[in-house]
C-alpha cells in the first residue's frame, strides 16, 4: 500500500489524481490532502478519501474545514500554512507525494518532498524552473526518485531508457522534442492579440487545466518553462530541445536518438494517463482513459512555432541560458504578469513586455546561493513587475 500526499489536492491535477487513487484502493491510501481557500470541495474529498491530515491556507479556512468536518464525524486532523505543507509532504507516514500546487507557492512544499526522499511526482514545473540544480541535488542527496506529470515531461520519460540518469550523450539521445498544441490563439492574427480577453485564454482547445497554466498555454510560456523544466529533469542542454507545434495533442513529446530513431509517446490528450504512470511505476495500471483510436484521430500535423507572434518561448530560452537564478526571475514576473492579465489590469501582449523588462532590469546571478537567496530574487522580481504594471 502506498500513502499519498497530494498538495493542491482541490486543483485540476489534483481532482484527477483523486481519480486515478479511487480506482485502486488497493495499491494506495491518501495520507494527507492540501488546497489553499476551496474548503469546500476539500471536505468532500476529506469525506470520501478519509486523510489522516488536511491542510489549508489560512487559520479562517481551517476553522471552517474543522466545523464541517467536525458535523460529519470525520476525524481528519486540519492544520494550516507554509510548514504543514513541508510538513505532510515530508511526513515518515507519507512514501509519495503529488507536487501540484500552482506557481512558486509550491516551491516549497516540493522541495520538501525531495528532500525527504519521497517519491515526488512533479506537476509544479515551477518549483524546478525556479530551483533547477538545487532541486535536482535535493533529489540526488536524499535519493528520492523524481516522476514529471507534465503530459510532455512524462512522456519523454517514457521514451527514454529505463535507467537514464541525465546525460543525453551517454544515451545517444540527439534531440527532445517537445510538443505544443499552440494555445487557443495559434491561428489568430497578432494585431488583434491585445483584445483577448482572460475567458478566450482560459479556454484551451485540448486540455482542461488551472487557470494560470491556461494562460501560460496561450502565450506559449508554458512551453519555455516546460523547455526549462525538461533541461533539469532530462539533462539535455537548450540547444538540443525543440519545440513543435502540434495542434492535435496526440504525440505527447517523443525522443530524436543519433542513429536516426524518434520515439514518441501517443495518447488521448487526459492527464491521468501521466498521472497513472508515474503512481503505478515500473508497473501499469488502468487511469480511467480511452484507448486511442488510430482510425479516428485524422490527420497529424506539425509546425514551427512562431516566435514573433508568442515572444514568451524565446524569452525562456534566453533566461535558460543565462542560467542561475535567471528562470527564477522570468517565473515571477509571469506569475505577476499573468495575475494582473487575468484581473484585466494589462493586456494580453503586455505579459510578454513585462517579462522581458523584468529580465532586463533585475540582475540574476550565475549560482543560485542557497533557497533564500531564490527567495529573495523572486520577491524582487515581482516588485519590479508590480512597479512597472503601476506606470502603464
Ligand atoms: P489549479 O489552479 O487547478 O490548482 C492549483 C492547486 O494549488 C489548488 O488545489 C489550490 O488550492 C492550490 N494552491 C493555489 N495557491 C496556493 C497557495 N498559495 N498555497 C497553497 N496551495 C495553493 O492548477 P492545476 O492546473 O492543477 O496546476 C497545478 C500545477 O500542475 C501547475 O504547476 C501546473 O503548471 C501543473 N500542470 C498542470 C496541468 C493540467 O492539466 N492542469 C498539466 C501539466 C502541469
Ligand atoms: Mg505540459
Redesign the pocket.
Known amino acids: 500500500m502506498q500513502r499519498i500526499t497530494i498538495?493542491?489536492?482541490?486543483?485540476?491535477?489534483?481532482v484527477s489524481t483523486l481519480d486515478v487513487l479511487a480506482r485502486h484502493p488497493d495499491r494506495y491510501s491518501v495520507f494527507a490532502l492540501?488546497?489553499?481557500?476551496?474548503v469546500d470541495t476539500l471536505a468532500e474529498q476529506c469525506e470520501r478519501f478519509r486523510p489522516q491530515v488536511a491542510v489549508v491556507?489560512s487559520a479562517d479556512a481551517a476553522q471552517h474545514l474543522q466545523g464541517i468536518l467536525r458535523q460529519k464525524g470525520i476525524r481528519t486532523e486540519v492544520e494550516h500554512g507554509?510548514q504543514a505543507?513541508c510538513d505532510v509532504a515530508a511526513a515518515p507516514e507519507c512514501d509519495a507525494v503529488m507536487a501540484?500546487?500552482?506557481?512558486s507557492?509550491?516551491l516549497m512544499s516540493s522541495l520538501a518532498a525531495a528532500r525527504a526522499g519521497k517519491k515526488v511526482m512533479l506537476?509544479?514545473?515551477?518549483a524546478l524552473v525556479m530551483s533547477g540544480q538545487l532541486f535536482i541535488d535535493a533529489v540526488s542527496a536524499s535519493g528520492a526518485s523524481l516522476l514529471p506529470?507534465?503530459?510532455e515531461h512524462n512522456a519523454i520519460f517514457q521514451c527514454l531508457p529505463s535507467g537514464y540518469r541525465r546525460s543525453p550523450q551517454q544515451h545517444g539521445v540527439a534531440k527532445i522534442l517537445l510538443t505544443a498544441s499552440g494555445g487557443p490563439f495559434f491561428n489568430r492574427p497578432a494585431d488583434t492579440l491585445d483584445l483577448v480577453t482572460p475567458e478566450e485564454a482560459i479556454s484551451h482547445p485540448k486540455?482542461?487545466?488551472?487557470?494560470?497554466?491556461s494562460v501560460?498555454s496561450a502565450t506559449m510560456m508554458?512551453k519555455g518553462?516546460e523547455v526549462i523544466e525538461a533541461h533539469w529533469l532530462f539533462g539535455v542542454p537548450a540547444n538540443q530541445i525543440e519545440v513543435v507545434i502540434h495542434p492535435q495533442s496526440v504525440i505527447h513529446s517523443m525522443v530524436s536518438y543519433v542513429d536516426g530513431s524518434v520515439i514518441a509517446q501517443l495518447g488521448n490528450p487526459d492527464?491521468r494517463v501521466p498521472i497513472a504512470q508515474a503512481l503505478a511505476y515500473p508497473e501499469r495500471i488502468d487511469s480511467g482513459v480511452e484507448q486511442l483510436d488510430l482510425t479516428k484521430m485524422g490527420d497529424l500535423q506539425f509546425k514551427q512555432p512562431d516566435s514573433i507572434r508568442f515572444p514568451c518561448l524565446q524569452l525562456a530560452y534566453d533566461a535558460l541560458n543565462a542560467g542561475g537564478t535567471a528562470p527564477a526571475i522570468l517565473n515571477a514576473a509571469n506569475e505577476v504578469a499573468v495575475q494582473a492579465f487575468l484581473e484585466r489590469k494589462i493586456g494580453f501582449p503586455i505579459i510578454a513586455t513585462l517579462i522581458r523588462q523584468v529580465l532586463e532590469q533585475v540582475p540574476a546571478t550565475h549560482i543560485i546561493a542557497g533557497i533564500e537567496h531564490l527567495i529573495e530574487q523572486d520577491r524582487i522580481a515581482r516588485e519590479a513587475t508590480i512597479e512597472l504594471i503601476s506606470r502603464l
Open positions: 498538495l493542491g489536492a482541490t486543483g485540476s491535477i489534483g492540501t488546497a489553499n481557500s476551496d491556507g507554509k505543507l501540484a500546487i500552482v506557481g507557492a509550491g506537476a509544479n514545473k515551477e506529470i507534465d503530459s486540455w482542461v487545466m488551472g487557470r494560470k497554466i501560460d508554458n518553462l492527464m
